[in-house]
């Protein structure tokens, strides 16, 4: 499977990190390699002194397409969730003021944290899904879906132009405002229309 990620598709995010906003999605990618084991704790990796959690809504894909319709990405998926694309922030930086690739930054071992699926059916509207972040019980990241720039049927329109998705791929859809660096001991709860979907410790 790949994981397929999303950058700068929430205003308020854009700001906080002074980027522009782009014209069209930003893409990045991260490997299996990056999924972190369920039920462990997340390690901050010796090689960065600022790690950021964001908070993301998460699709799985379920059937193989390739440049596919946006009246038709409702087909290509069953399964949302939540997850926290860990960010080496710092080395991103460094990347990015050199015009560099993110992956050293954004696509380490453990850096996909993936919670709970749950069918889409039982979510109900999902352009009015809100999903938040709690650092040591306390709300750090707030997010909703209406506040996308790119919804989950246009991101899945325009990255499958350029990849083929395949059957349990996931999509990273983008994190909103509230980014921060996470510490040892941390412990990150990640909240789905109201309910738990996962928690993690940091190590
Ligand atoms: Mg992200």
Redesign the pocket.
């Known amino acids: 499977m790949k994981i397929i990620?999303?950058?700068r598709?929430y205003a308020k995010?854009i700001e906080e990190l002074q980027n522009e906003k782009p014209e069209n999605p930003v893409i990045f990618l991260k490997p299996d390699s990056a999924v972190l084991s369920k039920n462990m704790p997340f390690v901050i990796p010796s090689f960065s002194n600022n790690v950021h959690y964001?908070v993301?809504i998460l699709v799985k894909i379920c059937k193989v397409g390739k440049h596919i319709s946006q009246k038709f990405a409702p087909n290509y998926y069953n399964e949302i969730g939540l997850g926290i694309?860990f960010?080496a922030r710092d080395l991103q930086n460094q990347l990015r003021e050199k015009g560099l690739p993110w992956e050293k930054a954004?696509a380490f071992d453990g850096s996909a944290l993936i919670g709970n699926f749950i069918q889409k059916e039982k979510l109900g509207d999902l352009g009015n899904l809100s999903f938040s972040l709690q650092k040591n019980k306390e709300l750090v990241q707030d997010g909703n879906t209406k506040a996308m720039l790119w919804k989950i049927d246009e991101i899945i329109a325009y990255v499958s132009q350029f990849f083929t998705l395949k059957i349990g791929d996931v999509i990273?859809t983008?994190?909103p405002a509230g980014?921060g660096k996470v510490n040892e001991n941390d412990i990150l709860t990640g909240i789905l229309n109201g309910k738990e979907n996962f928690q993690i410790n940091i190590r």
């Open positions: 990620c999303i950058g598709n995010h964001e993301e694309d960010t954004k990273f983008g994190t980014v």
